[in-house]
Protein backbone atom coordinates (compact mmCIF):
# COMPACT_ATOMS: atom_id res chain seq x y z
CA UNK A 1 0.00 0.00 0.00
CA UNK A 2 1.33 3.41 -1.15
CA UNK A 3 -0.32 6.13 0.84
CA UNK A 4 0.54 9.47 -0.88
CA UNK A 5 1.45 11.80 2.24
CA UNK A 6 1.08 15.03 0.69
CA UNK A 7 -2.14 16.56 1.18
CA UNK A 8 -4.10 17.37 -2.26
CA UNK A 9 -3.84 20.41 -3.94
CA UNK A 10 -6.44 23.01 -3.51
CA UNK A 11 -7.82 24.44 -7.28
CA UNK A 12 -6.40 27.60 -8.29
CA UNK A 13 -8.89 30.10 -7.41
CA UNK A 14 -10.91 31.85 -10.39
CA UNK A 15 -12.39 34.95 -9.22
CA UNK A 16 -10.96 38.15 -8.46
CA UNK A 17 -7.61 38.67 -7.33
CA UNK A 18 -7.20 39.82 -3.41
CA UNK A 19 -5.64 42.06 -1.92
CA UNK A 20 -5.60 42.79 1.84
CA UNK A 21 -8.63 40.47 1.96
CA UNK A 22 -10.56 42.71 -1.00
CA UNK A 23 -10.73 42.38 -4.45
CA UNK A 24 -8.04 43.77 -6.46
CA UNK A 25 -9.38 47.45 -8.06
CA UNK A 26 -6.79 49.67 -10.38
CA UNK A 27 -8.78 52.65 -9.68
CA UNK A 28 -7.65 52.25 -5.48
CA UNK A 29 -3.90 52.12 -6.24
CA UNK A 30 -1.26 54.18 -8.15
CA UNK A 31 -1.30 54.45 -11.87
CA UNK A 32 1.17 54.31 -14.42
CA UNK A 33 1.56 57.60 -14.87
CA UNK A 34 2.81 57.55 -10.68
CA UNK A 35 5.39 55.10 -12.10
CA UNK A 36 6.67 57.21 -14.56
CA UNK A 37 7.02 60.27 -12.34
CA UNK A 38 8.38 58.33 -9.55
CA UNK A 39 11.21 57.08 -12.21
CA UNK A 40 11.69 60.34 -13.51
CA UNK A 41 12.42 61.46 -9.63
CA UNK A 42 14.70 58.48 -9.08
CA UNK A 43 16.78 58.99 -12.02
CA UNK A 44 17.61 62.51 -10.94
CA UNK A 45 17.93 62.08 -7.56
CA UNK A 46 20.62 59.19 -8.50
CA UNK A 47 22.69 61.58 -11.13
CA UNK A 48 22.18 64.16 -8.32
CA UNK A 49 23.91 62.33 -5.02
CA UNK A 50 26.90 61.59 -6.45
CA UNK A 51 27.36 64.68 -8.09
CA UNK A 52 26.57 66.73 -4.59
CA UNK A 53 29.46 65.24 -3.02
CA UNK A 54 31.83 65.82 -5.94
CA UNK A 55 30.70 69.46 -5.95
CA UNK A 56 31.28 69.64 -1.82
CA UNK A 57 27.69 70.35 -0.72
CA UNK A 58 27.25 70.10 2.56
CA UNK A 59 27.39 66.81 4.17
CA UNK A 60 23.48 66.55 5.50
CA UNK A 61 22.41 67.61 1.64
CA UNK A 62 24.03 64.24 0.32
CA UNK A 63 22.92 62.61 3.33
CA UNK A 64 19.29 63.26 2.41
CA UNK A 65 19.96 62.72 -1.23
CA UNK A 66 20.94 59.23 -0.42
CA UNK A 67 17.87 58.51 2.25
CA UNK A 68 16.08 60.53 -0.59
CA UNK A 69 16.81 57.73 -2.95
CA UNK A 70 16.88 54.37 -0.89
CA UNK A 71 13.11 55.68 0.39
CA UNK A 72 12.26 56.49 -3.55
CA UNK A 73 13.68 53.06 -4.58
CA UNK A 74 10.66 51.56 -2.14
CA UNK A 75 8.02 53.57 -2.79
CA UNK A 76 8.97 52.66 -6.67
CA UNK A 77 9.35 49.00 -5.88
CA UNK A 78 6.19 48.75 -4.30
CA UNK A 79 4.31 50.47 -6.97
CA UNK A 80 6.07 47.94 -9.60
CA UNK A 81 4.58 45.22 -7.71
CA UNK A 82 1.32 46.68 -7.15
CA UNK A 83 1.19 47.26 -11.15
CA UNK A 84 2.33 43.75 -12.32
CA UNK A 85 -0.42 42.42 -10.04
CA UNK A 86 -2.88 44.22 -11.77
CA UNK A 87 -1.38 42.95 -14.97
CA UNK A 88 -1.78 39.41 -13.52
CA UNK A 89 -5.26 40.41 -12.53
CA UNK A 90 -6.04 41.30 -15.82
CA UNK A 91 -4.59 38.14 -17.88
CA UNK A 92 -6.31 36.05 -14.66
CA UNK A 93 -8.94 34.73 -16.80
CA UNK A 94 -7.40 34.77 -20.16
CA UNK A 95 -5.28 31.66 -20.74
CA UNK A 96 -4.53 32.44 -23.97
CA UNK A 97 -1.02 34.43 -24.52
CA UNK A 98 -1.70 36.88 -26.94
CA UNK A 99 1.00 36.48 -29.44
CA UNK A 100 0.35 32.71 -29.53
CA UNK A 101 -0.62 30.37 -32.78
CA UNK A 102 -0.78 27.39 -30.90
CA UNK A 103 -2.82 26.19 -27.59
CA UNK A 104 -1.22 26.50 -24.67
CA UNK A 105 -0.16 23.27 -22.34
CA UNK A 106 -3.56 24.48 -20.29
CA UNK A 107 -6.15 23.81 -23.50
CA UNK A 108 -4.44 20.54 -24.13
CA UNK A 109 -5.09 19.24 -20.36
CA UNK A 110 -8.72 20.94 -20.68
CA UNK A 111 -8.98 18.85 -24.30
CA UNK A 112 -7.66 15.72 -23.05
CA UNK A 113 -9.18 15.36 -19.44
CA UNK A 114 -12.70 14.71 -20.87
CA UNK A 115 -11.24 12.62 -23.50
CA UNK A 116 -9.35 10.26 -21.29
CA UNK A 117 -12.65 9.65 -18.57
CA UNK A 118 -14.41 8.37 -21.74
CA UNK A 119 -16.44 11.67 -22.67
CA UNK A 120 -15.73 14.19 -25.06
CA UNK A 121 -15.29 17.82 -24.33
CA UNK A 122 -18.93 18.32 -25.27
CA UNK A 123 -20.00 15.91 -22.95
CA UNK A 124 -20.80 13.16 -25.73
CA UNK A 125 -19.24 9.88 -25.17
CA UNK A 126 -15.79 9.63 -26.99
CA UNK A 127 -15.60 7.39 -30.59
CA UNK A 128 -14.01 4.78 -30.73
CA UNK A 129 -10.60 4.99 -32.29
CA UNK A 130 -11.19 3.03 -35.38
CA UNK A 131 -7.90 1.82 -37.43
CA UNK A 132 -8.30 3.59 -41.14
CA UNK A 133 -8.70 0.43 -44.13
CA UNK A 134 -5.79 -1.29 -44.55
CA UNK A 135 -5.88 -0.70 -48.44
CA UNK A 136 -6.10 3.23 -48.03
CA UNK A 137 -3.45 5.09 -47.02
CA UNK A 138 -3.94 8.06 -44.27
CA UNK A 139 -5.43 11.07 -45.43
CA UNK A 140 -2.04 12.41 -44.54
CA UNK A 141 -0.42 10.69 -47.32
CA UNK A 142 -3.48 10.78 -49.38
CA UNK A 143 -2.54 13.02 -53.09
CA UNK A 144 -5.59 15.37 -53.39
CA UNK A 145 -7.08 16.02 -56.82
CA UNK A 146 -4.89 19.11 -57.32
CA UNK A 147 -1.62 17.06 -56.66
CA UNK A 148 -3.30 14.17 -59.74
CA UNK A 149 -4.09 17.03 -62.08
CA UNK A 150 -0.39 18.70 -62.25
CA UNK A 151 0.88 15.21 -62.47
CA UNK A 152 -0.92 13.88 -65.47
CA UNK A 153 -0.13 15.73 -68.50
CA UNK A 154 -2.82 17.95 -70.60
CA UNK A 155 -5.16 16.12 -72.76
CA UNK A 156 -6.39 17.52 -76.13
CA UNK A 157 -4.31 19.56 -77.27
Known amino acids: MTDDPTPPRRPP??????????????ARGPGLGCF???LVVLVWLI???????????????????????IFLLLVTGQTI???????AADRRGRRRP??????TVGELEDAAAPVEAGRSP????????EPAPADEPPAADRPSAADESAK??????
Not at 13 to 26: M, S, W
Not at 47 to 69: G, R
Not at 122 to 129: K, Q, R
Open 36 to 38: RFQ
Open 47 to 69: ILTPLSVVWNWPPAVSAALLFAV
Open 13 to 26: PTGPVQYKGEDLEA
Open 122 to 129: AGTPAPAD
Open 98 to 103: LGSATR
Open 152 to 157: SPPQGS
Open 81 to 87: IFLLRLV
